[in-house]
């Protein structure tokens, strides 16, 4: 869980850098990113992306049963989700 954990936070880390990001709060592995722009839950679903959507933005919590590749890989396609969808 540490090397999930490590690679979360780098992501969580890096994410505060994109437009559309506003904050980035975590703790463990269980984040809250607030959005500029509220995103259509068909982009996440598309993806096969699960995140809680708020009126603020995303609540993450990767299943604890993915590998680091599996985490990676999916943390890939939420960064394009954010750096492409949220004009």
Same mark, same amino acid.
């Given at each position: 869980l540490k090397t999930l954990e490590k690679l979360f936070?780098?992501?969580l880390d890096e994410s505060k850098q994109l437009k559309t990001v506003k &904050?980035?709060?975590?703790i *463990?592995? #269980? &984040?809250? %990113?607030? %959005?500029?722009t509220? #995103?259509?839950w068909d982009v996440?679903?598309?993806?096969? %992306? &699960?995140v809680a959507q708020? !009126?603020? *933005?995303? %609540?993450? &919590?990767?299943a604890l049963i993915y590998t680091p590749k !599996?985490?990676?890989t999916h943390?890939?396609?939420l960064k394009n989700i954010l750096e492409n969808e949220g004009h």
């Open positions: 936070h780098q992501f &904050a980035v709060r975590y *463990g592995l #269980l &984040a809250a %990113i607030e %959005i500029q509220k #995103l259509s996440f679903f598309k993806n096969n %992306i &699960a708020t !009126e603020a *933005g995303l %609540i993450l &919590a990767p !599996e985490l990676n943390l890939k396609k």
